[in-house]
């Protein structure tokens, strides 16, 4: 079933990721942050040795040189370092979708900006707006906090935006540098999991109002977004700040929890919408770890194909947080289904959060 082409809707012009230039293999990352933990126990070694083996990740990218993970630093000094490498990493991605899109900066009316992995005051759009050309009266949306969530929450807030301000042009901008916020003394299960699985990167979306000149011409349409917040989740995952940074707490509950859960909302939006799980053409599904992919696709009854994108952005970036949704959604609009084709956005995220947004080819 397609969705009826005459409901209009922002409509996605470019999305691009950006990345730190220090890539290495994952095997080679977990033997220096192996070596890394402060502990002598061999047996914590081989345990993250394991965990990062079975992740499906082939290579990450990381914010400094692999060595450098081998002294620790205070949260003053690892956030030193997401300052400046968030400043270009973000540019990096803005720029590049920018270009793609055709639009100039100063066109943009609305930045959507998300983070859970650094701090600074102002948020780090505000050097964007700068260094990127936007123009000084633009309006900024910084989100904190989202974690995994956060892309596709901030699509939501750009849909929110540009269904009100339909001429207008929006920016949705993502960064994320999981590895400064490395916990080289917590030798914990969750912990070595969180080491094994998260990685660096930057991604950025423009969207153009459904009244924008242009926006016929472009991607997939937003047409509607639904937030969950599940009660009694919280304890599951989130960042904890400390002396060390920020500090990853992530429980072996969740893909339980994700299975229990996301099934019924993913069911009942879809059915607001006088769709169903077998309409849907294209799966945006965060790719927040095997486990957590296998608790998506098992009880929708999705075959392996339908997830192809998201395991591919595991693989080559590892779980880049907020970013990463938006990475699939990259992979999605590069090879898109026919036009008319419904498409359905997945995150996760702290709190317990689900995130969903509708799409239309």
Known sequence: MAIDAHVPGPRVAAVAVAVPPHRYRQRDIAAVFGEAFLSDDDAVRRRFTAIAARCGIAYRNLSLPLDA?????????????????????GHEAVTRALAAAGVRPDEVGVLVSTTTTGVSVPSYDAGLVRDAGLAPDVVRVPLLGLGCAGGAAGLARV???????????????????????????DTSPPNL?????????AAAVVVLGARHPRAAAH???????????H????????????????????????PEVAEKHLPDEIHRFLADHGLTVEDVAAWVVHPGGPKVVDAVARPLGLPPAALAHTRACLAEHGNVSSASVLDVLRRHTAAPPAPGSAGLLVAMGPGFTTELVLLRW
Do not use: K
């Open 231 to 254: 009660p009694g989740t919280g304890h599951l995952m989130g960042m904890r700040a400390g002396t060390h940074g920020l500090a990853v707490f992530l429980s072996p509950e969740v």
């Open 219 to 229: 991607g997939p349409a937003l047409l509607a977004g639904r937030s969950r917040l």
């Open 193 to 201: 999991v969180a080491t094994a699985l998260f990685g660096d990167a």
């Open 159 to 185: 849909h929110d935006h540009l269904s009100a301000h339909p001429e207008r042009v929006a920016v949705l901008v993502s960064v994320e540098l999981c590895s400064l916020n490395f916990q080289s003394a």
């Open 69 to 89: 993970y081998r002294r620790p630093r205070t949260f003053t000094e690892y956030n030193e370092v997401w300052t400046g490498t968030a400043a270009r990493v």
